[in-house]
């Protein structure tokens, strides 16, 4: 495991979600309040970025798209695709799926950068 460079951390208000490509792998980090976040960037139902219209609340991130909603400690699903929103189809391919948890990474804001570990 190691620590990889984000981005500035001043560039990264609260309440901001942003997408990075780190290594190779596509990140979201946040800032909640004063509290940092990582995670891998889409959706695990239908690979929605979830940097883009996510909503954050009560230690837990939802997805615009079908509202899928995972626990930010350790990524696991809360609910899985309940709102055929769009696609249409978003709710039967959540039925037909399995349940997937997001990865979380390890996230520090360490000499103005933010940095993930994986
Ligand atoms: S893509 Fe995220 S809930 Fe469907």
């Known amino acids: 495991m190691t620590w ?3 981005m500035k951390s001043s560039k990264l208000k609260p309440g901001k979600k942003k997408m990075k ?4 792998k596509m990140v979201m980090v946040g800032r909640q309040g004063t509290t940092l976040f990582a995670t891998e960037a889409l959706c695990r139902h239908m ?9 954050v609340e009560d230690d837990c991130v939802r997805c615009p798209l079908h509202q899928t909603t995972y626990n930010l400690d350790d990524g696991s699903v809360v609910e899985w695709s309940p ?7 978003g ?15 390890e996230v520090r804001d ?6 993930v570990n994986f």
């Open 4 to 6: 990889h460079n984000v």
């Open 21 to 24: 490509s780190v290594k190779g």
């Open 47 to 55: 690979r929605w970025p979830l940097a883009w219209g996510a909503k």
């Open 83 to 89: 709102f055929p929103l769009f696609p249409p189809y």
């Open 91 to 105: 709710k039967l391919v959540g039925a037909m799926s399995k349940k997937k948890d997001l990865k979380i990474y």
């Open 110 to 115: 360490h000499e103005g950068m933010i940095q």
